[in-house]
């Protein structure tokens, strides 16, 4: 299976599916801290994430999937919704709640 095939996987098994460095727990940069916050303060504490830094392979893959340069990256019922700064954006507007509301 290539990259590009397990990062589908990935995406289209899960209804949030958030690509950062480090874990939601332990995020390993800003930016990755900044999105998991914005998915909790949002009540979404369980959701699927993926530790880029784990995977070489991955931390690659993903920029080409989404054709965005730069991690973290949030997936919502498998399509690409954003980075840090538009996730920020989202949520501050309420389009982010409205689209998790989506969700059920």
Same mark, same amino acid.
């Given at each position: 299976m290539s990259v590009q095939e397990r990062i589908q996987e990935?995406?289209?098994? #899960?209804? !949030?599916?958030l690509f950062m460095?480090?874990?939601?727990?332990?995020p390993q940069c800003g930016f990755s801290a900044t999105v998991a916050q914005i998915l909790k303060l949002c009540g979404q504490g369980d959701y699927a994430s993926v530790n880029v830094l784990a995977d070489e392979e991955v931390r #690659?893959? !993903?920029?080409?999937?989404?054709?965005?340069p730069t991690i973290p990256q949030l997936y919502i019922n498998g399509e690409f919704v954003g980075g840090c700064d538009i996730v920020r954006e989202m949520y501050e507007n309420g389009e982010?709640?409205?689209?998790?509301?989506s969700l059920g």
């Open positions: 990935l995406v289209s098994s #899960q209804p !949030i599916v460095k480090g874990t939601p727990q332990f #690659q893959g !993903i920029k080409e999937y989404a054709n965005w982010l709640q409205d689209m998790l509301k």
